[in-house]
């Protein structure tokens, strides 16, 4: 048979017998633990921890474990191997297993104790969403097995029935109402993502860890004060230092002009150590004792003992070791510019991350979502099928009487001619004669019709979009008037008569039908001639011949091709992503280079990592940040008399934005006997008697340090003065803030230039052709629409997700652990939905946003189905589970688990136990396809004739059946 056009009639699960379900009986402890944790703040985690817990406390194993051990597999394989059917038998066979009559076997503390074991098992094993020790199957069996022994306990007469033993070790496991399903848990986001506690091998750790202890040891070094230094006193000095050399005696200068009294003996200020200027900067012993354990232990590392070894030298060292991390840090971000893509005819920015705050971060645990919507079912469909096949031929209505009458001559001649010329502009030009003679015959299709009819009858509803494979959804709900046990038979009938009313709708359709032609830029000469006589002068008398229209008749039947599952969900503004995925994206661009976002703060640029963004954004008259550590150095020199003294004085330029930590003095002089130089330092003085230096203590001075000397019978003499500085902490800010600043200034300019260039493409492609295959846009609207069904389902928003990490070199690679756990999850959803066959209805736009409603009211495409998405403020979505899918989604939608075990046998909590077991039903019936109602006759005419082979007039009766049929 030939099939017309396929359609879902959609109608409740029927209700169940309540007998034929199995119910699970949970041990009192662990009910009472389970029923504990659904009072708590996080239901679900309390109740799978609790699972945990009792799976671990009583494993269960094999059927060995259970008190009655090994007699169970004996009789539940007893009972699938039986062929008896009488009661007696079944008694035989329990006493064959256990060794006792079934009302002692039912009443004993074994039997009781061994159900609650196999209901904690499977309860436990939906809890966790697999198995553990004994299969879930297996218990089913066994679970399955006590019921039809508690029923020959029972002597229920309704175990000798034809397959009824069958049927009883096939039923559905009902779990505690009280229990299932479980509530859904919270919404999950990316903020919800569990970190890993330990992550040994992640590179980006261990870099961050070492840029921290090496950054926090560099900052401790420069924020130390002078009364953090050890300065040497002068009890240091009366032993040479290293370097130091011993001077000779250094005789007064000779007399100028000859004068004898000038040439009185003179000496150098005695054999005093001289020490070079610029000593490194050491800390007291009890200052480095004290230092921060982590600081220690970075300096110990490198050998670096502030008691010996200057801080500057020290920080220096550790600058050049943290500019390796720092660089390799920032490099981890996204900071290469952004080349558009272009998919299709739309320009696009791939995915790109943003430059943002310099943070520790790692890769996340391996994770799914655990969350589920609080879909359920809609009810069930059945695929039905219309099919045709040919009949007969029937003679209809007369065509045309010929009348001859005796003795008389006819002839017809019939000529025809055509001729059509079409130009650009379309114009039909319909021209029909009616032939009453041999004709050739043209077959009006009636699948093509039905099909019309099926699409004018969507038309109607606002919106609609015939988008499954199915064809439309036939809806019956079952009334206050009719139980749910007539819905199925209720939905039969109406089905049928939907079935006989397109089918007949579509032959009236043929009725009407005319043709059109159309030919472009074709001229086209046509002409026939036919003659026909008929020759009635040699007759006997008039002859009448009658005409009769041919008519096919065709039998049609509705075929059930199965069951479905069928959810019934609403999406709100169902283009809302793609909306704001073509407005954030450029509609138009070539060659477009697009900066990446600056949006680091000033605190995230360093000393080691600016450098890196300065070259990413093109950025020009940049400064290098302040050093830590400077030393500023001056020299007074001058000469006196043996009873005089001279006297000097200047500032020393402290550089803006540092600090004082330390100055050292070093005095040469040649003097007479008593001469001495006194040296002013700050609020420092000091009397030099000798060459010698000395350790100035000084207080964080800052802009400038005054130095003031005089001396008594010094002949010639010379100050050194050098200044050790420290670079502040708001040098350091103002120098990150100006970068900061160049550099974002400089992206700004690059943005700028990008849209620019942007906008012009733009304004250029405003005059193209703007449109999209329609094809195309079906299936984007279909990709949409299931992301939306699937957030449903699910209740998340696939923040979870993303199995793609970088390497160190920056390449993309699979994180293989997430991969296989979200490839688990992707192919369940992928796998048990009939997506192909998904239904979509959109409702108007001022369901959305009150907001949006000037926009989406506006929005025009040149593909319709493509504007009615965009426009919609709803969806209605219908989509069917897959066949051999139902017990899993069901699983899925009460636990948010997907099921990692085996076959997972038939066990459902009060919601679903209807639907489980139609479906089962289902699954029984033997065949592909069900005859649904009585066939009907399908009467479609055609452009032959028949010549009737009698003079009367042709009349009709109605049969036994009421349908019309000739009466001769």
Request: aromatic share 8%.
């Amino acid at each position: 048979m030939e099939e017309l056009f396929r359609f879902l009639m959609t109608r409740p699960a029927q209700r169940m017998d309540a007998t034929k379900i199995v119910p699970l009986r949970l041990s009192q402890s662990y009910g009472a633990q389970l029923r504990k944790a659904l009072q708590s703040e996080q239901p679900r985690d309390a109740v799978r921890r609790v699972a945990l817990a009792q799976r671990k406390a009583d494993p269960l194993r094999s059927p060995a474990d259970l008190a009655l051990g090994a007699r169970w597999p004996h009789f539940a394989t007893a009972l699938a191997n039986t062929e008896h059917t009488k009661l007696r038998d079944l008694r035989a066979l329990v006493l064959d297993s256990f060794d006792a009559e079934a009302e002692e076997v039912r009443a004993g503390e074994a039997f009781a104790h061994d159900l609650e074991r196999l209901g904690d098992l499977v309860a436990t094993s939906v809890v966790l969403g697999r198995e553990g020790g004994l299969r879930i199957a297996d218990a089913a069996v066994l679970l399955r097995a006590a019921a039809i022994l508690e029923r020959v306990a029972d002597r229920d007469r309704a175990l000798e029935g034809a397959g009824a033993v069958a049927e009883a070790l096939e039923r559905t496991l009902l779990l505690p109402e009280d229990v299932f399903p479980l509530p859904a848990p919270t919404e999950q986001g990316t903020d919800r993502r569990p970190p890993r506690e330990t992550d040994d091998d992640d590179p980006t750790d261990a870099l961050t860890a070492e840029r921290d202890r090496l950054l926090n040891a560099y900052e401790t070094l420069t924020r130390l004060t002078p009364e953090h230094l050890a300065l040497p006193t002068a009890g240091d000095r009366a032993a040479p230092r290293p370097g130091a050399a011993a001077l000779p005696p250094v005789p007064a200068a000779e007399p100028r002009d000859g004068d004898p009294d000038d040439l009185a003996p003179a000496h150098g200020g005695g054999s005093a150590d001289v020490h070079t200027a610029g000593l490194p900067l050491h800390l007291k012993s009890t200052v480095w004792k004290a230092l921060p354990a982590a600081v220690r232990d970075v300096l110990d590392e490198r050998g670096l003992d502030l008691t010996r070894v200057g801080v500057p030298t020290a920080a220096d060292r550790l600058s050049l070791e943290l500019r390796e991390p720092e660089l390799r840090l920032a490099r981890s971000l996204q900071l290469a510019d952004t080349r558009m893509v272009k998919p299709g005819d739309t320009y696009l920015e791939p995915w790109a991350a943003a430059v943002g705050h310099l943070e520790r971060g790692g890769m996340a645990a391996v994770t799914v979502p655990t969350t589920y919507g609080t879909v359920a079912p809609a009810g069930i469909g059945d695929l039905l099928t219309v099919r045709q096949n040919l009949k007969r031929y029937e003679a209809g209505e007369l065509a045309h009487v010929e009348n001859v009458l005796k003795g008389e001559f006819k002839e017809r001649v019939h000529k025809r001619a055509r001729t059509t010329e079409e130009t650009v502009t379309v114009e039909t030009e319909t021209r029909r004669e009616e032939e009453r003679d041999q004709q050739s015959t043209e077959r009006f299709e009636l699948k093509t019709e039905a099909s019309t009819v099926q699409k004018e009858d969507a038309s109607l509803k606002v919106g609609l979009s015939l988008t499954g494979k199915y064809g439309p959804v036939v809806e019956f709900k079952a009334s206050t008037d009719f139980s749910l046990e007539k819905s199925k038979e209720e939905s039969t009938k109406v089905a049928t008569g939907y079935s006989k009313d397109v089918t007949q709708r579509a032959t009236s359709k043929i009725f009407e039908r005319r043709r059109e032609e159309r030919v472009v830029k074709t001229v086209e000469v046509f002409e026939e001639t036919n003659t026909h006589g008929i020759d009635n002068k040699a007759g006997d008398g008039p002859v009448v011949g009658q005409y009769q229209w041919v008519d096919k008749v065709y039998e049609a039947q509705v075929f059930n091709y199965g069951k479905r599952v069928l959810y019934d969900i609403m999406l709100p503004e169902p283009a809302a992503f793609l909306l704001h995925a073509t407005t954030n994206a450029p509609k138009a661009g070539a060659d477009l280079v697009k900066p990446a976002p600056f949006t680091l703060r000033p605190t995230d640029l360093s000393e080691w990592n600016y450098s890196l963004f300065v070259q990413q954004y093109q950025v020009v008259g940049v400064t290098a940040p302040p050093a830590p550590f400077v030393a500023v150095a001056r020299a007074l020199e001058g000469k006196g008399k043996e009873d005089d003294g001279a006297t000097k004085a200047a500032e020393i330029p402290v550089p803006d934005g540092y600090q004082v930590l330390a100055a050292h003095v070093s005095v040469w002089f040649n003097a007479w006997s008593g001469g001495l130089v006194d040296v002013a330092l700050g609020n420092n003085l000091h009397r030099f008697e000798d060459n010698d230096d000395w350790w100035a203590a000084t207080a964080d001075e800052t802009g400038a340090l005054p130095l003031a000397l005089k001396t008594w019978k010094a002949e010639a003499f010379v100050v050194a003065v050098e200044i050790q500085c420290r670079r502040t902490e708001r040098a350091l800010e103002d120098w990150k803030l100006k970068t900061h600043g160049a550099i974002l200034q400089a992206y700004l300019k690059l943005l700028r230039d990008y849209e620019d260039r942007l906008a012009a493409l733009q304004v250029q492609a405003a005059q193209q052709f703007q449109g999209s295959n329609p094809a195309q846009n079906a299936l984007l609207i279909r990709g949409e629409v299931k992301k939306g069904a699937i957030e449903t389902f699910t209740a998340q928003h696939y923040d979870l997700f993303g199995a793609i990490a970088l390497s160190p070199e920056g390449y993309p690679q699979p994180d293989l652990p997430e991969a296989a756990a979200e490839g688990r999850y992707i192919r369940f959803f992928e796998q048990a939905f009939e997506w192909e066959q998904m239904m979509f209805l959109f409702y108007p736009y001022f369901w959305g946003r009150k907001a949006n409603w000037t926009r989406r009211l506006l929005i025009q495409d040149t593909d319709p189905d493509l504007a009615d998405f965009l426009r919609a403020g709803a969806a209605r979505v219908v989509v069917s589970v897959r066949p051999g899918f139902e017990q899993a989604v069901a699983h899925f939608l009460e636990s948010g688990e997907v099921w990692d075990g085996g076959d997972l046998p038939p066990i459902a909590s009060p919601l679903y136990v209807n639907i489980i077991e139609e479906i089962r039903e289902r699954d029984r019936a033997p065949g592909a396809e069900v005859p649904q109602g009585e066939p009907w006759d399908v009467r479609v005419p055609t452009t032959l004739v028949v010549l009737r082979d009698e003079a009367s007039l042709p009349s009709w009766r109605k049969d036994e059946n009421g349908d019309w049929v000739p009466a001769d």
